[in-house]
C-alpha cells in the first residue's frame, strides 16, 4: 500500500493543469499496471523464498532422520558380534590362533570342542538322550577323523550314562584309530562286562568288541590273546570272514603258516571278491615263497 501511494504521489507531481488529460490518463494507467507487476513478483519471491526454507527443513530432518538410523543399526551389529552371554545349546567361539600355525583337525570341525560347550543336559530329559547326543557328535567326529574330539565326546557319553556299554565299544574305535591300544583294550574290558551283565554279550559283542580288542592285541603283537578273541568270534559267527582273515595273519606272524593258510582260504570263501580277499590271496603268495625259501 506503501508503495501504491508513493506511486500516485508521482503521478499527481508528474500531471500538471497544462498537461493534456489523456496524457495524464495514460500515464497513471502505465504506472498502474508497474505497481501491480512489482506487487506480484515481490509476492513470488516471499513465496520462493519460503518454499526454499521448508525443502532445506525437510531435507536437513530427513539427513537427521537417516544419520540415527544408521547409528542404531552400528549399535545393533556390535551387540550381535559380542556373544555376551551364550543362549542353551550355543558355543562360545574359542580364541583365534595365530595365523601363521597351521589349524589342527579340532579347529576345523564344525562341532563345538567339548571342553567349550554349554552345558545341555538340561536340554534332556532322560540320560539316555543325553547319552545319544553325545554318542551322535563323536561318531561325526570319528567319521570325519578326528579322533581327539570323538574320544572326548564318547567320554562324555559315558559321563551321562555309564551303564551304557556302547560308549566305552565306541571310545575304544577311537583309540585304536590314535594308536592307543591299551586303552582300547581296556574299553573293551569294560564294555564286554556290562554287555555280559545285561545279556548282550552274544548279541553284539563278536562282531564288535571282540574283534576290536582282538586287533588291539595284534597291534601289540601279543599273538595268543588275539588268537583267543578271534577264536570266540569265530565260534558265535561261524560265517564272518573278517575274523578268519585277522586270525591267519596271526597265525603268520607267528610262524604258523599251515593254520594261517586255512583260515585265508577260509576268509577268501566267506568273503567277497574285493581288497580284502585280495590281501588274503598277497599273504598266501608269501607263504608260499617262505616255503620255497625265497624269502
Given at each position: 500500500m506503501i508503495r501504491i501511494r508513493y506511486f500516485q504521489e508521482i503521478v499527481s507531481n508528474l500531471v500538471t493543469p497544462q498537461s493534456p488529460p489523456q496524457v495524464s490518463g495514460r500515464l497513471t494507467e502505465q504506472l498502474t499496471g508497474i505497481n501491480?507487476?512489482?506487487?506480484?513478483?515481490?509476492?513470488?519471491?516471499?513465496?520462493?523464498?519460503?518454499?526454499?526454507?521448508?525443502?532445506?527443513?525437510?531435507?536437513?530432518?530427513?539427513?537427521?532422520?537417516?544419520?540415527?538410523?544408521?547409528?542404531?543399526?552400528?549399535?545393533?551389529?556390535?551387540?550381535?558380534?559380542?556373544?555376551?552371554?551364550?543362549?542353551?545349546?550355543?558355543?562360545?567361539?574359542?580364541?583365534?590362533?595365530?595365523?601363521?600355525?597351521?589349524?589342527?583337525?579340532?579347529?576345523?570341525?564344525?562341532?563345538?570342542?567339548?571342553n567349550n560347550e554349554i552345558d545341555v543336559s538340561k536340554k534332556f530329559k532322560t540320560k539316555s538322550d543325553l547319552f545319544s547326543y553325545y554318542q551322535d557328535l563323536g561318531s561325526e567326529c570319528h567319521r570325519t577323523?578326528?579322533?581327539?574330539?570323538?574320544?572326548?565326546?564318547?567320554?562324555?557319553?559315558?559321563?551321562?550314562?555309564?551303564?551304557n556299554y556302547e560308549g566305552y565299544d565306541l571310545r575304544s574305535m577311537a583309540y585304536y584309530e590314535m594308536g592307543e591300544h591299551k586303552k582300547g583294550i581296556r574299553d573293551c574290558n569294560k564294555a564286554i562286562s556290562i554287555a555280559r551283565k545285561k545279556g548282550l554279550f552274544e548279541k553284539v559283542c563278536p562282531e564288535q568288541t571282540l574283534v576290536r580288542r582282538g586287533a588291539h592285541y595284534m597291534n601289540l603283537k601279543k599273538y595268543k590273546e588275539?588268537?583267543?578273541?578271534?577264536?570266540?568270534?569265530?565260534?558265535?559267527?561261524?560265517?564272518f570272514a573278517f575274523a578268519y582273515y585277522d586270525r591267519g595273519r596271526c597265525y603268520l606272524r607267528k610262524g604258523d603258516y599251515e593254520s594261517a593258510r586255512k583260515d585265508l582260504l577260509k576268509a577268501i570263501k566267506l568273503g567277497k571278491k574285493n581288497k580284502f580277499t585280495d590281501n588274503c590271496k598277497k599273504y598266501l603268495k608269501e607263504m608260499e615263497k617262505i616255503k620255497k625259501g625265497k624269502l
Open positions: 501491480k507487476r512489482s506487487f506480484i513478483e515481490a509476492n513470488l519471491k516471499n513465496s520462493h523464498k519460503k518454499l526454499f526454507k521448508i525443502l532445506c527443513i525437510f531435507v536437513f530432518a530427513f539427513m537427521a532422520f537417516f544419520l540415527s538410523l544408521m547409528s542404531g543399526c552400528s549399535i545393533s551389529r556390535q551387540k550381535t558380534v559380542n556373544p555376551g552371554t551364550p543362549s542353551p545349546g550355543m558355543t562360545v567361539d574359542s580364541p583365534k590362533t595365530d595365523k601363521t600355525t597351521n589349524p589342527t583337525k579340532s579347529s576345523l570341525s564344525p562341532f563345538p570342542t567339548p577323523g578326528e579322533e581327539e574330539m570323538a574320544i572326548e565326546y564318547f567320554t562324555k557319553a559315558i559321563e551321562a550314562d555309564p551303564d588275539a588268537i583267543k578273541d578271534f577264536s570266540i568270534v569265530i565260534k558265535y559267527r561261524p560265517n
